[in-house]
């Protein structure tokens, strides 16, 4: 069986998006959300399920769910809105091949047996599509709100990573069992070191989901990583603006750029050469309407970078009766 690393490295890299699939931190975005009454950095899910279908038969290869669990203003960014596991339940009932990703869920806050019921859940009803992000959360203001010790979440941490990678056997009582099994093991990607130690993340976690940065930024970075963890994937994301004009140059900012696809594909390229193993690439910067955008990505952008392996065959979801 393929595993979903398997399938998101193969042909050496790929190209995933980022949710929510709305363009609202552009000026007109940010207009059209007060005229509704939206909350500042709440996108518009008008569109969500349409475009999540349209990135899965472009083929792109993930597409990544991050875990905000509570609306804090003074974050001021709600991501894609919907809890993160119910989200990804609804998403791999209306999409067949794209990967499925969560950037990340931040695990001392959630309980431990029902974060691995969750996960096995997703995993089996879609086909084995789940990639599992994982951090250990960096806003002290939740911890409280959901019983938690902020202090002692590295420690949480630890412990649960312990039970994701051994399916609760060895935490429950004789004859006990967390349904539905897992009939391999959790991909289990960090963001961040987690309060962890290099050494420990790169033995205990299967992949890495760094911070956007330029193409030197990443060297350094993969150069660290592939130090403590070897050839374990290591994946990021690029905040883009897609301009209409094939050579517009490129412009950066902040996690990412502006520019024409040449531009993309130039900074890719780089991305490539510095050993990045795959990119999320997320749009709430987009000027242009989102599915003009993904149709000419897949058009001119992931050709040159998708092998023909990621169409390898894989389980496909059951059938709910």
Partial sequence: ??????????????IGLEAPLDHDWTPAGDQARRQAGRLPGEPDLKQHAYLAQLA???GFRALWIRDVPLYDPAFGDAAQVFEV?????????ITRD??????AVVLPIREPLLTLKSANSLQRLSGNRLLLGVASGDRPVEYPLFGRDFEGRGHNFREQVALLKDGANGHLPEGMAVLPAS???????????????PAWIGNHMDGCLAYPGPPDDHQRRVADWRSVAGNKPYSSFIHLDLTERADEPMRRWRFGLRGGRNALIAELIALRAAGVDHVGLHLRRNIRPLDETLREIAE???????????TASHPQPEAIS
């Avoid at 596991?85 to 009932?93: E, V």
């Avoid at 794209?98 to 950037?103: D, K, R, S, V």
């Avoid at 001119?300 to 990621?310: M, R, W």
């Fill in 98 to 103: 794209i990967l499925l990703g969560t950037a």
């Fill in 56 to 58: 899965d038969r472009l």
């Fill in 300 to 310: 001119y952008v992931l050709p040159q970078f998708h092998a023909t392996a990621a």
């Fill in 1 to 14: 069986m393929t595993t979903p690393l398997e399938r998101l490295t193969a042909g050496g890299f790929s």
């Fill in 85 to 93: 596991f119910s989200y990804l339940g609804y998403l791999a009932g």
């Fill in 183 to 197: 009939t391999s093991p959790l991909p289990l990607l960090v963001a961040g070191l987690a309060q962890q130690s």
